[in-house]
């Protein structure tokens, strides 16, 4: 079954208090590489049929006015998923 893989991230501009809390524990844990985090969301949407422009359109129309609060984030990204990307 096709899947239509959205990303959405909060923007750029705002404080990312889970991200932060993320980024604590990872210093915490001595993991002092990684500087800083950024969580967001992923949706897998399973559609009958093959994925068309014409699907896809509409996958990143519903991003935006349901999946997004575009207020506060940014659709990042709506693309079709791959398998090993969506198996898990």
Known sequence: MPVIVVEVMPKAELLDP???AVTGAL???GRTAFSDVRVGKRFELHIDGPVT????ADARE?????LA?????????VHEGTPAEVSA
């Open 18 to 20: 889970q991200g932060k």
């Open 27 to 29: 210093h915490r844990l």
């Open 53 to 56: 422009d014409a699907v896809l």
């Open 62 to 66: 519903l991003a935006e006015s349901l």
């Open 69 to 77: 609060n575009l207020v506060i984030e940014d659709v990042v990204s």
